[in-house]
């Protein structure tokens, strides 16, 4: 319904058009934004319907320019990021010397965290949220010395996720991540959230795993070479 000066003017849809221009459209692109999520992650197990009925429903996806700041160095760990489009750098202020210690440190961790089978996850719901209150005392103290201007230690693009060695060891995000392309459209889900649906969807817990030991194994492979020395980018 609308109106000009001199009348009253009425327009219509029939229902079979506003179906197939409106709803099947609308279906079909929130089936591709649930593909997208529980075919390239830990999701895929889950199984794509539940998947969407259950949790897809928990993620935001959110649109980003050049140079917006997804989290910052230091900060403790609230979401896990998901990279449908775009490129994201991760930097630092540490040097080569600080940051082979993060990543021995979360190493040394995750050999003192037995792999357990899906059904021995723990029960606690605080399970992936033990935070380490020393390191997150020290990161504090840094936030002072914390330059302007950050080293970029990795890029990453499409398919990739942001945050989650910090959700699984519970560790404060020892990067800062900066949107590098002129757009980027990202998902994020809660760590609670997150946390939840693993303690439900225990069929999941090992592909958490070797997403969590791909992850540290790149930043093992660029921190530590045969010269032990870093080119930042």
Do not use: W
Not at 30 to 48: E, R
Not at 154 to 175: A, H, Q, R
Not at 182 to 197: G, R, V
């Amino acid at each position: 319904l609308f109106r000009s000066a001199e009348d009253t003017h009425t327009a219509y849809i029939s229902c079979t058009s506003y179906f197939h221009n409106v709803v099947v459209e609308k279906a079909a692109l929130i089936d591709k934004k649930v593909q997208f999520l529980n075919s390239n992650f830990i999701f895929g197990k889950i199984g794509q319907k539940k998947f969407e009925k259950k949790y897809f429903g928990l993620f935001i996806c959110n649109n980003y320019k050049k140079g917006d700041i997804l989290f910052k160095e230091g900060d403790m760990p609230s979401n896990v990021y998901f990279i449908e489009q775009g490129d994201v750098e991760l930097c630092t202020s540490k040097n080569i010397y600080e940051l082979q210690n993060v990543i021995e440190y979360l190493e040394q961790k995750r050999h003192s965290i037995t792999k357990k089978k899906a059904e021995e996850v723990p029960e606690e719901k605080d399970y992936f949220f033990t935070y380490d209150k020393i390191n997150f005392q020290e990161h504090d103290l840094r936030r002072d010395i914390i330059k302007k201007n950050k080293n970029t230690i990795l890029l990453l693009k499409e398919n990739e996720d942001l945050g989650l060695l910090s959700f699984y060891f519970g560790y404060p995000y020892f990067t800062t991540s900066i949107v590098n392309s002129a757009t980027a459209k990202i998902y994020q889900i809660d760590n609670k959230y997150l946390s939840d649906m693993i303690l439900k969807e225990r069929i999941i817990y090992n592909d958490l795993i070797n997403r969590v030991e791909h992850k540290l194994s790149l930043f093992h492979e660029r921190f530590f070479n045969i010269n032990n020395t870093i080119q930042f980018f």
